[in-house]
């Protein structure tokens, strides 16, 4: 097995993973996802607000009607001609006056107490919306940022691409093939050395002693803890 040409064509490999690497560390990148989730929590905020709202505005709808009803009443009792009645209807119905006035008192408090609300629940709404509409605003900027970075690191990938591809013709297939899906898999080195007698390069775990003579047969194994290849220089 040729280990010379993997490790050459890891050599040149590495570079490219420094890229992507660089570009995946992006600060944009990470700014982005914060955006993303400040965007989420202000739109669940919102949905939250408008349920609550109509909530309110159903009080409010209910309270309006109570209000009328005690209203009428009141008027139909200003209209009574007190004439025609008894001292005792008299009083009852001084009675009920004080009651249906203590009525529209309360009645107009948890109107304004409502109203109060219908303030402070839009108040919130706005300021939701506008950390939903910020957060999409920067998030394009970002998300701008992030293509540029791409675009601007595309030729140098692309030339490093370009060699790799002639320095693969090197590496036997089946090897390759391994490799590339370990990469993919973002394992990065693919292949370690073996360190001291018998630790894997990486990870540092000790490797089975059937396996210390199974790279001194094939060359290389694979470690069964990092999944990398494990060669002995
Ligand atoms: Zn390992």
Same mark, same amino acid.
């Given at each position: 097995m040729n280990i010379e040409s993997l490790l050459n064509y890891q050599n040149l490999d590495s570079e490219l993973f420094k890229i992507e690497q660089k570009i995946s560390a992006s600060p944009y990148r990470k700014k982005a996802n914060e955006l993303t989730v400040i965007a989420k929590k202000s739109q669940t905020r919102s949905t939250e607000l408008e349920a609550e709202a109509e909530k309110v505005l159903a009080d409010i709808a209910d309270i309006k009607e109570k209000y009328e009803i005690n209203k009428k009443k009141m008027d139909e009792m200003l209209g009574e001609?007190?004439?025609?009645?008894t001292i005792e209807d008299i009083d009852k119905a001084s009675g009920l006056r004080a009651k249906i006035v203590s009525n529209l008192n309360i009645l107009e408090k948890m109107l304004q107490k409502a109203a109060e609300n219908v303030n402070r629940i839009l108040a919130e709404f706005n300021k939701a919306k506008k950390t939903f509409d910020d957060a999409r605003t920067q998030f394009a900027v970002c998300k701008q940022k992030i293509d540029e970075e791409t675009k601007s690191s595309e030729p140098e990938k692309e030339k490093i691409r370009k060699q790799l591809a002639v320095l693969e013709k090197d590496v036997e297939p089946t090897l390759m093939a391994e490799y590339k899906k370990k990469r993919a898999d973002?394992?990065?080195?693919?292949i370690v050395p073996l360190e001291? %007698?018998?630790? &894997?390069?990486? &990870?540092r775990m000790e490797l089975p002693k059937v396996a210390i003579s199974h790279i001194k047969e094939k060359g290389m194994i694979t470690c %069964?803890? &990092?999944?990398r290849f494990v060669y002995k220089k």
């Open positions: 001609k007190v004439d025609d009645m973002n394992i990065f080195p693919v001291g %007698e018998n630790f &894997c390069g990486r &990870c %069964e803890h &990092c999944k």
